[in-house]
């Protein structure tokens, strides 16, 4: 209850906060106030195409996520077993956390679709922390385990299934909700540039164009609150324990 009432109490301040500097500025193109904000959101949710642009940004985080785990799943596996793929993809993930993402995505945009640039940017953005999570899930595994493993000759597939699997899968649990979240908002900076039909990122950038700066601030509303949402659902999903 005590954590619950800190809670509110700092999202009431960063309210209060937010209505004071708008009030300061008297401008709504700087900083619109919270009631032109909630008019805007109103606004946004009535339009047609509302659900649909949702619809599509999701499926293209998830997809691109999915895609991400499956290929971090895999590579790491492959890196445990052969030193010199370890090389190759320790080698890819580098690249994947080091170069720009504005220029990933341009490269992106000379080479596929709109529609699938900003999929693949959340893909290749999340690919390096599943990666690394399940290759020190299988390297960081108990040593008295593994020499007890080499007595009773357990071949390799058994201890992948029996062993290894369930200890990536409960590695992967504690980072999935923010590898999500940092997935979702990188599908959305991929479509702020790649401009795909029925997108938030899309929606976020035309918004200001017009300078409709309680447009952009509803959709940022919008955003956190869909992001608060997955995050709940992630987290009870991932919390169901089986017995």
Do not use: H
């Not at 992967?172 to 999500?180: G, Q, R, V």
């Amino acid at each position: 209850m005590k954590n619950k009432k800190l809670k509110i109490s700092v999202f009431i301040i960063f309210l209060a906060i937010w209505q004071i500097s708008s009030m300061i500025v008297n401008s709504e193109v700087i900083i619109p106030s919270i009631s032109a904000t909630i008019k805007q959101i109103v606004v946004v949710i009535s339009e047609d195409d509302f659900y649909l642009t949702i619809l599509n940004s999701l499926l293209r985080s998830i997809t691109g996520f999915l895609t991400a785990v499956m290929l971090g799943v895999f590579s790491g596996v492959l890196s445990f077993c052969n030193k010199f793929l370890k090389e190759i993809f320790t080698f890819i993930t580098q690249i994947c956390a080091s170069v720009p993402t504005v220029a990933i995505i341009l490269l992106l945009l000379i080479w596929l679709r709109p529609n699938f640039v900003s999929m693949l940017i959340g893909c290749i953005m999340v690919f390096p922390m599943i990666y690394q999570s399940v290759f020190c899930s299988m390297y960081d595994y108990d040593k008295n385990i593994i020499k007890m493993l080499d007595v009773y000759n357990i071949d390799f597939k058994k201890r992948i299934k029996k062993i290894y699997m369930p200890k990536i899968l409960i590695d992967l649990k504690k980072i999935i909700p923010t590898s999500f979240s940092i997935n979702f908002k990188m599908v959305i900076a991929g479509e702020v540039i790649s401009q795909p039909k029925y997108a938030i990122g899309s929606k976020l950038y035309l918004e200001k164009i017009y300078i409709n700066t309680a447009g952009v601030f509803s959709w940022i509303v919008i955003i956190l609150f869909l992001s608060f949402l997955i995050d709940k659902i992630l987290n009870s999903i991932l919390s169901v324990k089986k017995y």
